[in-house]
């Protein structure tokens, strides 16, 4: 956790150093969660969650049509999957789980009217798991908890992958200092470890990991150094 957290630093000091504008991103957001799954005697069932994100935002323009914005931030995942067996008990877990993520983009500036400006971006997403729990209980009449991790889930015995890469698209609506942002951000690297067992042993050939899609609204505020 302190070198995540050196590491936020650095990139903060580096990037309000030399950025031509700098300010606040603070935002809603849904987890969209893909399972890949066998075909064999158990579903994931996956169930999309809402989150949140906060942090700091950077930007550079290359020229007066292209930039790069670069951003650090909190940000919380949420979603829930129900382990439906053919011959078991339905087992539900709630899953929240929080980042470090780290989105570079190359924009393009459309201007509009009236000193507005749209700009569709595009890059990768860089995220750190720093801590996360889940929760799981069995979907039946007595709702009996199976288990609760509050222990750290992200490492090489833990349950998660803890470095993800995403490719990110998005549109941000630009007017002055301010900004709103819609975009979407798929993992590229199976974020649960696929030789993890969960509660009850699944079949040996049953594929055992999930990758994140995260859906974000985001408004804005920045400063320009320039002035």
Known sequence: ????????????????????RLGGIVGAQLTTPFPVVGGYNVDFNARSGAGF????????????RFGVDVAA?????????????TSEPTTIFHRQLYYLDIPVHAYLRIPLSQGIVLAPFAGASFSLGLHGKDMAWLDNETQK?????????????????????????????????YQWRASYALGLNNLTKQDFDW????????????FDGVFKLSFAY??????
């Open 1 to 20: 956790m302190k070198k995540i957290c050196f590491l936020s630093l650095c990139i903060a000091l580096v990037c309000g150093a030399s950025a031509q």
């Open 73 to 85: 931030q909190y940000s919380l995942r949420s979603y829930s999957f129900n382990l439906h067996y």
């Open 199 to 210: 509660y009850i042993a699944l079949n040996s050939k049953q594929s055992k990991y999930l």
């Open 222 to 227: 920045l400063f320009d150094l320039r002035k």
């Open 53 to 64: 994100h906060a942090g700091a935002l950077f930007e550079w323009d290359i020229t007066g």
């Open 145 to 177: 908890p199976v288990g609760k991790e509050t222990s750290e889930l992200f490492g090489k015995d833990k349950r998660l992958t803890r470095a993800e890469i995403a490719g990110d698209v998005g549109v941000a609506l630009k007017y002055k200092n």
